[in-house]
């Protein structure tokens, strides 16, 4: 597979990489217009947000800065090295004190699509204090070794790896208190229609935080993408299993926090 070669796609999980290029392999007959397509395909989900030596850096930092309080000081720098994270940064504080006043404070996290979101740990620990498990799931082979071992760093389990959310539904071996799944729909519908709400019935969870953009990538605002992201959630959400307990429009994201219906009774 020609696309292995490719410096910038060269650490995207395998199995990701062989279902798009067998797809893509079906529309068309020349090598040239398959590897095309699928790199258009694999800038949707991956390469729009990461710049070519986004996980480099981030590994010359950590590597640089092993101790845990300077950790939490570059964390900035960290999660500015990725799109959506580097996003989510003027309002950070305030997204993950709303997260938990809502839900309490909980143990385990699953974040699914993670890219750069598992270096907010510091955030998140200023409003979750007993943290003892994060599961971060994402594409790239060499960041979730770079998660990991920043897991390590503050004492957690070395709990990242990859996963193509398209075939396949993250199982950690125990029940998640909340599950993060961060302006990661409207990719999927983009990559299969209703695979965003697969996910989501079927994530063994007690809470989930979903997000949506309200800008586009390049910071414009789009009117009415808030609202058609509110339709679009609101009313394709299964209201026997799930309760909104929580939404809260920020910069350039709306997010919501379901409870399962066990846990709204």
Partial sequence: MNINKSKKYSSVYQPLLKRVYEEESVKYKKDKEIIKAVKNRLHTVYGAFFHE???????DLIN???D???????SEKLLSL????????PF?????KFIFEVIGDYSNILDIGCGFNPFSLPYILEFCK????YYAYDIDVNLAELINKYFDLFK???YAGCIDIITEIPSPSEIVDVAFLFKIIPTTETCKKGRGFEIINNINVKYLVVSFPTKTLCGKNNKGMEQNYANFFE????YDKFKIIGKEAFLNELVYVLSTLSESR
């Fill in 82 to 89: 990725n799109t959506s994270s580097r996003e989510r940064l």
């Fill in 68 to 74: 845990i309080s300077v950790i939490s000081i570059i």
């Fill in 64 to 66: 640089s800065n092993d």
């Fill in 156 to 158: 957690l389990p070395q």
């Fill in 130 to 133: 007993n943290i003892k498990s």
């Fill in 235 to 238: 009313g394709n959400l299964d």
């Fill in 53 to 59: 030596n986004s996980v480099k850096t981030a590994e």
């Fill in 92 to 96: 950070i504080r305030d997204l993950y």
